[in-house]
């Protein structure tokens, strides 16, 4: 990582409250992998160091806004589910900053997965999980359903699939913090609804611009306040097909 991106990263994190000097060769670790990789896996379509920089450790960063993955879980340690992490985004850049995060990066495409496996098992991230699978199975697996106190998921998917997909795997209390670009209303409103379909409500919603280039996010936040009922999620392919509404 050059000088230029060391001091983007800096910059950017400074601007969401968070201080990661301490983790400069690490985060460069990272980057060099994630482009050494990219050249045999296809793994994003980031290319340049300021773009991996801020659009994926910066922005990764950016769940941490606001406590939202602050406090303990059950077991001690704050479980999060990273829904789709793809190449590990956000799972990498929080269990760097926040070692003490309990973190499952989890992807259907096993050579994404075992790419996230090699690359914190050569950053030395013991609190990094990643699994194999789709959430319409794990949601419906008692090994997955409802043990996490923190489901994160940076896609691109509707609201209300986005909450049929994390909120069966939250614990009561838990917290889904969904990362979006810009939100309409009328997919904001559609997500409230899926949300009480689910049991879950609509808590929070920060609008903001990613640090440094000012394009517009979107942390949408949904509680889990009762069970989700047993027919959630259903079987893979329908979320997408057919959002609730």
């Known amino acids: 990582m050059n000088a230029e991106s060391r001091e983007l990263l800096l910059r950017g994190a400074a601007e969401l409250g968070l201080e990661v000097s301490a983790h400069l060769d690490t985060f460069a670790h990272l980057l060099d992998l994630l482009q050494e990789g990219n050249t ?8 340049t160091e300021p773009d991996i920089v801020l659009k994926h450790f910066v922005d990764s960063l950016s769940c941490l806004r606001g406590g939202l993955l602050d ?13 789709g992490t793809g190449a590990g ?18 992807d259907s495409t096993r050579k994404k997965i075992e790419f996230v496996i090699a690359t914190a ?25 409802e043990q996490y106190d923190r489901v994160v998921v940076r896609a691109v998917a509707a609201l209300p699939v986005l909450t049929e997909l994390a909120l069966p795997l939250l614990r ?20 409230r609804r899926a949300a009480r379909m689910l049991g879950g409500v609509l808590e ?11 394009d517009p996010r979107t942390l ?23 959002p609730l509404s």
């Open 89 to 106: 985004f956000p799972a990498l850049p929080l269990a760097i900053v926040r070692p003490e995060l309990h973190i499952v990066p989890m």
């Open 172 to 191: 009561m209390g838990g917290l889904m913090v969904a990362q979006k670009g810009s939100l309409l209303d009328d997919e904001l409103a559609s997500g």
């Open 204 to 214: 929070n919603v920060q609008a903001f611009g990613l640090p440094m280039s000012g």
């Open 40 to 47: 045999r896996l296809s793994l994003t379509a980031l290319r």
């Open 71 to 83: 406090g303990g879980g059950l077991d001690g340690e704050l479980q999060v589910l990273d829904l």
């Open 121 to 145: 098992r050569a950053l030395a991230l013991d609190n990094v999980r990643p699994l194999v699978g789709r959430a319409e199975t794990l949601g419906r697996d008692p090994a997955h359903r």
């Open 220 to 242: 949408v936040c949904v509680r889990k306040t009762a069970s989700t009922p047993d027919k959630y999620p259903r079987r893979e392919g329908v979320p997408a097909k057919s």
